[in-house]
């Protein structure tokens, strides 16, 4: 029997999606970098032709169909384990949000849009589907811990 949970948490694939894809419209045309904290972080669209932190630059069409296959899998597995853990869920669904975002500029653009950049540290410039993707990442691991926990509580009694 199919729990009423079953697709519960596709809002927050929705979501990432769709502030993803507002966030890149709006800086899209943007021409310089622009500061929006002075020291910490500021506006900077560059295109990423590879995968994260730069990873494999110029291999549009395999990471294309990776991410597509990965994708896939994911929503597949979200629809057929309804019982998940709602925070597992949650993360899940918006790793694939993020995912379709990223997917979306590569099929549209042939590379990805990313622009936050942090000016305090040395670290990559990335986009809100990035932040999607590792917070979701985050979530689900969190939510995996937190139901074995429970489960490890309920055994020892």
Same mark, same amino acid.
């Given at each position: 029997?199919?729990?009423?949970? &079953?697709?519960? @948490?596709? /809002?927050?694939?929705?979501?990432?999606?769709?502030?993803?894809?507002?966030? !890149?419209?709006?800086?899209? &045309?943007?021409?310089? *970098?622009? %500061?929006?904290? *002075?020291?910490?972080?500021?506006? !900077? /669209?560059?295109?990423?032709? &590879?995968? #994260?932190?730069?990873?494999?630059? $110029?291999? &549009?069409?395999?990471?294309?169909? @990776? %991410?597509?296959?990965?994708?896939?899998?994911?929503?597949?597995?979200?629809?057929?384990? *309804?019982?998940?853990?709602?925070?597992?869920?949650?993360?899940?669904?918006?790793?694939? =949000?993020?995912?379709? @975002?990223?997917? #979306?500029?590569?099929?549209?653009? =042939?590379?990805?849009?990313?622009?936050?950049?942090?000016?305090?540290?040395?670290?990559?410039?990335?986009?809100?589907?990035?932040?999607?993707?590792?917070? @979701?990442?985050?979530?689900? #691991?969190?939510?995996?811990?937190? #139901?074995?926990?429970?489960?490890?509580?309920?055994?020892? $009694?």
């Amino acid at each position: 029997m199919r729990s009423k949970r &079953g697709c519960s @948490g596709w /809002p927050w694939m929705a979501l990432a999606f769709i502030a993803d894809r507002i966030t !890149k419209a709006a800086v899209a &045309g943007l021409a310089s *970098p622009r %500061t929006l904290i *002075p020291g910490v972080l500021r506006l !900077k /669209p560059v295109r990423n032709t &590879g995968v #994260a932190f730069s990873m494999l630059s $110029g291999t &549009g069409a395999p990471v294309a169909v @990776g %991410t597509a296959l990965v994708l896939a899998a994911l929503t597949v597995y979200l629809l057929k384990k *309804p019982d998940e853990p709602p925070l597992v869920r949650a993360g899940l669904w918006l790793i694939v =949000g993020g995912g379709l @975002g990223n997917l #979306a500029d590569r099929l549209i653009h =042939g590379a990805v849009l990313d622009f936050i950049e942090p000016i305090f540290v040395r670290f990559a410039i990335f986009n809100v589907a990035d932040v999607c993707v590792c917070v @979701g990442a985050a979530l689900a #691991a969190l939510g995996l811990l937190m #139901a074995e926990t429970r489960k490890k509580e309920r055994d020892d $009694g």
